[in-house]
Every structure is written in structure tokens, then in C-alpha cells.
């Protein structure tokens, strides 16, 4: 067995436009347990990675905290202790000026892009603690160091992303255990090449590639990075 082998790794949002590629990708050389709401989105995800053992998954939505911490309990019952966390989940929901957007709406955006976080993070930790080492990597945007105008729900929402994960960061500062955030701009996912071509979108392998990055040992001592993640030649 390879030493990444026995550092499985947790996912959410894997089942998502960009999950797809990462949890492919990260199968390569993980066990990865894939946290996922919808068993219909579950049964594609699983058909587009093939007949693997490392990939597991378990049922959860993660804006309910105490099927969530169920779902982290049976990720250790079925793969042993975790080693990682990434965290994909999140969301772009709707637009709007600080002036335009419902209350509702800011709510929905906040626990999407930033309370689900904040509560895997949360779940996963004893057992990172546990295991004395570990790796946390959230994906966040770009949106959330621009600050572009018109979306002020989702900018908020992922730049306290960026917020929560250096604070972790420093609070397990000394403990072998790492905490990132990556800042894709517009990715090339199934939706966004229906409005915008390749050339104008990050290409998913480029996030997927810094992600395993992070959880490697070579990124053992990165930790509290926001990571921007740009269309090839634009930087
Ligand atoms: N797309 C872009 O251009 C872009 C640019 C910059 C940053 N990002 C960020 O990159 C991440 C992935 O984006 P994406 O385009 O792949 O999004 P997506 O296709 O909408 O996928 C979102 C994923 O999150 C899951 N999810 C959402 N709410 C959940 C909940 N309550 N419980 C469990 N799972 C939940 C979804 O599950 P279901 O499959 O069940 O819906 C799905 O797997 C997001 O954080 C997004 O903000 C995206």
C-alpha cells in the first residue's frame, strides 16, 4: 500500500461540475470518501470514475451539522481515520447589490459558501487531531479578493471563507496539520462552457493539480495560503 493510500481523504461537493475532475484525479493516488446529498448525482459520479475500491460514500447534506458529524463517524467505520478534508461545496446562487439582495438570499449564500465549511471543518478535525497530521484545502474564488460589484452575497460568503481558513490555520498552528484555501476565477465546468469558451476559464485539472499539491507532503509547510488559481496566460 502506498503512503497516500492510508491517508484517506474526505470530500464535499464532489459530485459537483468541478468534483468530478478532482475526486478522478485524487482517486489516483487516495481513498477518498465522497460526502453527497443526492444519491441520483452520487450513482453518476461513481460511473464516471469506474470500478474503483478506494472510492467510497456516504450521505449527507452538510446543512444539516448532526448528519453531518454521522457521516465523518462512518467515513472512519468504513476507511480508518481521515487524513484530509476538501472541501469543494459552494455556490453561486444569484447576484445582487447589498441594496438588491433579499435576506433570504444572504442567508442562503453565507451557509453555502461559508457555515457548511465551518461545519465539516469542524467534524473532521478530532480526527485529524487525532491522527497528528492532516491536511484541510477549501475552494473559494477569486470573487473573494476582487470584490467585484453586483455580487455582494457571494463575495462575503467566500471571502470570510478565506477568513475562517487562515484563522484555523493559526490555531493549529504546531500541529502537523495544514489549512488552505484556492481562489479559482471562472472554471471550466459543463455550465460555464455553455456562456463562456475554454480559453476564458480555468481548465479543472489546473485547480485539481493544486489541491493534491496542498495535501502532499511537499506542502507540508504551507498552511494558511489563499491560493489564486487563474486563466492560463492572464495572470
Ligand atoms: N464554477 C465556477 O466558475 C467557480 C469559480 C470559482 C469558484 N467556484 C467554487 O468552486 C466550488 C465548486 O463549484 P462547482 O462549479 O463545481 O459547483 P456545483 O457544480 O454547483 O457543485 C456544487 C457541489 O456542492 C454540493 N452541495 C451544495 N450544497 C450542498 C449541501 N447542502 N450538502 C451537500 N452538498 C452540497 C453539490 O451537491 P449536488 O450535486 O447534490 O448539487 C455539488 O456537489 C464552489 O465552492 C464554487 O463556489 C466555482
Known amino acids: ?34 460526502l453527497y446529498r443526492s444519491p441520483e448525482a452520487w450513482a453518476r459520479l ?13 450521505e449527507a447534506d452538510l446543512t444539516d451539522e448532526a448528519a453531518v458529524r454521522r457521516a465523518v463517524e462512518q467515513a472512519r467505520a468504513e476507511v480508518g481515520l481521515l487524513y484530509g478534508l476538501v472541501h469543494l461545496a459552494g455556490g453561486f446562487l444569484a447576484g445582487g447589490s447589498v441594496e438588491d439582495t433579499p435576506t433570504d438570499t444572504w442567508n442562503q449564500l453565507l451557509s453555502l459558501n461559508l457555515t457548511n465549511a465551518f461545519v465539516t471543518m469542524r467534524a473532521v478535525l478530532p480526527q485529524l487531531r487525532e491522527r497528528g497530521a492532516g491536511r484541510i484545502v477549501a475552494v473559494g474564488s477569486s470573487a473573494g479578493t476582487t470584490k467585484p460589484a453586483g455580487i455582494a452575497g457571494y463575495v462575503v460568503a467566500k471571502a470570510s471563507l478565506n477568513v475562517l481558513t487562515d484563522v484555523l490555520a493559526m490555531e493549529l498552528k504546531d500541529t502537523g496539520i495544514t489549512a488552505n484555501v484556492v481562489l ?4 471550466a465546468t459543463p455550465e460555464m462552457l455553455k456562456e463562456l469558451s475554454a480559453d476564458k476559464l480555468v481548465p479543472l485539472e489546473r485547480v ?28
Do not use: K
Not at 5 to 29: E, F, K, M, S
Not at 212 to 235: E, K, Y
Open 1 to 34: 500500500m502506498t503512503q497516500e493510500a492510508d491517508r484517506p481523504i474526505l470530500i464535499t461537493g464532489g459530485t459537483g461540475g468541478l468534483g468530478h475532475t478532482v475526486v478522478r484525479q485524487l482517486l489516483a493516488n487516495y481513498t477518498c470518501v465522497v
Open 46 to 58: 461513481r460511473q464516471s470514475c469506474g470500478d474503483t475500491a478506494r472510492l467510497h460514500g456516504v
Open 184 to 187: 479559482p476565477s471562472s472554471l
Open 208 to 235: 485539481a493539480a493544486t489541491i493534491a499539491f496542498l495535501l502532499s507532503d511537499a506542502a507540508a509547510s504551507i498552511t494558511g495560503a489563499s491560493i489564486p488559481i487563474t486563466v492560463p496566460g492572464s495572470a
